[in-house]
């Protein structure tokens, strides 16, 4: 090896080295929960809004061609300092779930359930879309967090 290999692959690793600890820090000292998969979760086929404890909720998605089902409507009122958990799944084809100005970014997959959480600590609107295209009335894919 030449000195050039050299300086790269101890660049390649250095890099690798700060994007972990970067990663970790954000998991731990931010406490940012990261997004995931939940293979073994149950399936659902309704979206909800359930207050499960003081200042909690849990938040079952359903995309679907066209919209999100959130519940009875397409939108999540809620105090601020509120922890959010949600879990999202989707009926037909992929669809991206992305709440503006979060880390909110998941991937509703058929079959599968994706789960992140949450803390809204400044009030305001919360534009929710669909970062996917999933084809015709992509646009109409949106909902809102309204936090009081």
């Known amino acids: 090896m030449d000195r050039f290999e050299k300086r790269a ?3 390649a690793l250095s890099l690798l080295i700060m994007f972990f600890g970067l990663i970790v820090y954000a998991a731990k000292g931010l406490q940012t929960d990261l997004p995931t998969c939940l293979p073994n979760a149950r399936l659902f ?9 003081p200042n909690r909720y849990q938040v079952d998605v359903v995309a679907y061609m066209w919209g ?3 519940g009875t409507i397409n939108e999540l009122r809620i105090p601020r300092g509120a922890v959010v958990d949600f879990y999202v799944t989707s009926r037909d084809v992929m669809h991206g779930y992305h709440i503006d100005k ?22 305001g609107e919360y534009q929710i879309v669909c970062h996917e295209y999933c084809g015709l009335g992509h646009q109409n894919m949106a909902g809102k967090v309204i936090v009081e």
Request: proline share 5%.
């Open 45 to 53: 086929d309704q979206g909800r809004i359930v207050q499960v404890g």
């Open 9 to 11: 692959i101890a660049l």
């Open 68 to 70: 999100f089902n959130m």
């Open 102 to 123: 979060t880390v909110v970014n998941l991937m509703a997959v058929p079959g599968a359930v994706t789960y992140a959480r949450y803390k809204f600590d400044r009030p």
